[in-house]
């Protein structure tokens, strides 16, 4: 019996003790996971004091140390202290496991290209593809850092990158139609960036084949961009690349799924009548003997009506300047209403009348000649 008691005892006894350590270890001296790193651009730096956290191991059952990223704007960042050593291990530390570590070499990119261009274009290359993967993370604060640093060395390399920018391409449509709206926002000041230092005339035949990707969001993001990249070719520049090519873009855009997309493709119409009606009066201007283009296609409704189908002329001419088009049996059509009848038939002294409608169908006439348009 005395043996009993004795281990009755000591049993209390450990009890009572196991208690006093659970009760130290919740002591005010000791933190909580509420110590927050702050991501500066070279460092990795504590908010609060130098107290150990409670949960410094997240195997051990507590939750992980929160994170908060600054996200530096370009004109904020500084030099790198060493140059050499960030060079030297950029690409390791790029494709670390430890996303801070990541978040600091993508900053590190972002200081070499606005400070030392030159230095980092012999690693551009092999930094690209490590650059989306960073940007293809689920890690949010990852993300918007190298969507960030897409942005910065669009900027400082421009034509130098579009032997590259097929990698990119896709993520980025891809991150600026998602739902999050702080990395949605990166991927568009990526993609701004992306059009305003690369040349569209080499960028525009990259982005052209996304206009028919079966996601709806992807043909919107790149329809924006299509039609942001076109002004900047001028008129010589949509000469080259062809007008025609552009307007059929714009009347296929016009029909699309999303607003953002068909929006878009009312702006690139818009821009294209501009400059179409100003290569007309320039043309004209340096030789009234030789117009730039033929006698029956001098207006933008004859041009629209001689390069799209029925139905897309009418969605363009909607668009640029309110005349709608009647399709006509055989595939021929003509813009026609009554009292708005489109230049393009009055030229060289048409007349053109509304006859009686046949069968449902208004029927325009030619004093003295077949019908217009039948």
């Not at 274009?121 to 993300?143: D, T």
């Not at 090519?245 to 068909?262: F, G, N, W, Y």
Request: glycine residues 6%; charged residues 25%; hydrophobic residues 40%.
């Amino acid at each position: 019996m005395q043996t009993g008691n004795m281990s009755d005892s000591a049993l209390q006894d450990l009890n009572a003790a196991q208690s006093v350590v659970l009760e130290k270890s919740k002591d005010s001296s000791v933190e909580p996971c509420s110590s927050k790193p702050v991501l500066n651009g070279n460092k990795c730096v504590k908010k609060e004091g130098n107290a150990v956290p409670a949960c410094p191991d997240v195997t051990n059952g507590c939750d992980a140390v929160v994170v908060d990223v600054e996200y530096i704007d370009s004109e904020d960042l500084t030099d790198l202290p060493d140059v050499d050593t960030s060079l030297s291990t950029l690409l390791t530390r790029l494709d670390s496991k430890d996303w801070i570590k990541t978040c600091e070499a993508l900053n590190n990119v972002r200081q070499l290209a606005i400070y030392h261009k030159q230095r980092l274009q012999e690693l551009l290359e092999p930094l690209v593809p490590l650059i989306v993967k960073s940007v293809k993370n689920p890690r949010s604060a990852l993300c918007k850092t190298a969507l960030m640093t897409c942005a910065d060395i669009f900027k400082a390399y421009g034509e130098q990158m579009v032997d590259l920018i097929d990698l990119l391409l896709m993520p980025l449509f891809l991150k600026s139609s998602q739902d999050k709206r702080f990395v949605c926002e990166a991927a568009e000041a990526a993609l701004m960036s992306m059009t305003s230092w690369i040349s569209p005339s080499v960028l525009l035949p990259k982005m052209q084949p996304y206009l028919k990707n079966k996601n709806p969001r992807i043909r919107a993001k790149a329809s924006v961009c299509f039609s942001k990249s076109v002004p900047r070719l001028g008129l010589e520049g949509i000469k080259e690349y062809g007008m025609d090519k552009l307007i059929q873009v714009a009347a296929t855009q016009l029909s699309d799924q999303l607003p953002e997309s068909r929006e878009a493709a009312r702006n690139l119409s818009l821009e294209l009548q501009a400059f179409y009606e100003k290569s007309q009066a320039s043309g004209l201007g340096e030789d009234d003997s030789a117009p730039a283009i033929s006698p029956e296609a001098e207006t933008w409704e004859a041009f629209c009506l001689s390069k799209l189908s029925a139905l897309s002329a009418q969605a363009i001419l909607r668009v640029t300047v309110g005349v709608p088009v009647t399709p006509k049996e055989g595939g021929i059509s003509a813009a026609l209403k009554e009292g708005a009848v489109p230049a393009a038939l009055k030229e060289g002294g048409i007349s053109v009348v509304v006859a009686p409608k046949e069968g449902g169908v208004p029927v325009a006439t030619k004093e003295g000649a077949a019908a217009v348009g039948c």
